[in-house]
């Protein structure tokens, strides 16, 4: 089940930690940046986090051997390498890149297929790669986080006050639980997400947490309210996608009003809802728009013969008159 811990965000206002402001911090990279409230509460649990992570070995690198360069992908390259030692990494996991001889590139994992490896480097490296170390790091993004928290300290961030409000507004929602599924734990956080302004559900892995963000996207859909799903990985967004379309009837599906922005990686996207995928839209307005363009020109034509009868009319109507 979901956790207990399931309810709004009360950050409460903390006093100022010791450190610097962000704009002195660009001339003194080492020095602490100051942060109050939520923003050195956030950081604060990040680090936490971060701790954790590596207290418990989350992060290695592993050798890489006979990188190849497959090609140019959407404003990186792809290269692909044979692994020293078996790997398991989800698709779209960061790490550190370390080649000899230069600092470490930030990569993504695009796929781990047996003992090979995919990944998407940033920049061209040649057609081969002889040898690498992939530094995987799943607290890389948390230590991004933080760096664009420190960044942006001073800048106004009206999206993220309103969010993230101490004075959290709202009440848990009524909910018709019958058409979802949920248990009471879910059906707590499926209430309190149409009700309050930001909800935090925490759970760990087999709780449930997809199938009550299917639950919340639909509910939000059904209330006439637009719904983004993002995540780090593509993987999780279409589970929660897979999750929200077992909720759905053929109608809003046709229409397209739920799409899957991108490539999914989950295979059954592409086999057995292809109606969730922008292509599968973009195919079929293209398709309605070169019908309607063919079905123009035969109006036209049409127009054009009357045209040229009428002109044959007025012809022969002007040559009577001469003769008159």
Known sequence: MVEDRMCPFRLLPEPREKGISPAVAESCPNAEVALTGRLAEFRSALRQEIEAARRHAESFAVGLVHGRRIGPVAGSVHYVFELENALNLPGDAPGDLILPDREPLEVSVVAVDGMAITLSVPEDLGLTVPCARLHSDLT???????????????LPNVVGDRLLDADVHG??????EKPYGLNPEQNRALAASLGFRATFIQGPPGTGKSKTIGAIATALLRSDRSVLIVSHTNAAV????LE???????????QGLVIRVGDPRDIRLKERHPDLLLSTHAERRSQA????RTGLHHVQEQCMEKVKALCKKIELHEWVCLAV
Do not use: G, Q
């Open 238 to 241: 279409d589970k929660a996608l």
């Open 289 to 292: 728009l070169a019908d309607r």
């Open 171 to 176: 009440s848990p929602a009524w909910v018709d």
């Open 140 to 154: 890389l993004l948390m230590r991004k986080l933080i760096e664009r928290i420190e960044t942006k300290a001073d």
């Open 244 to 254: 929200m379309n077992a909720y759905l009837d053929d109608e809003p599906r046709r």
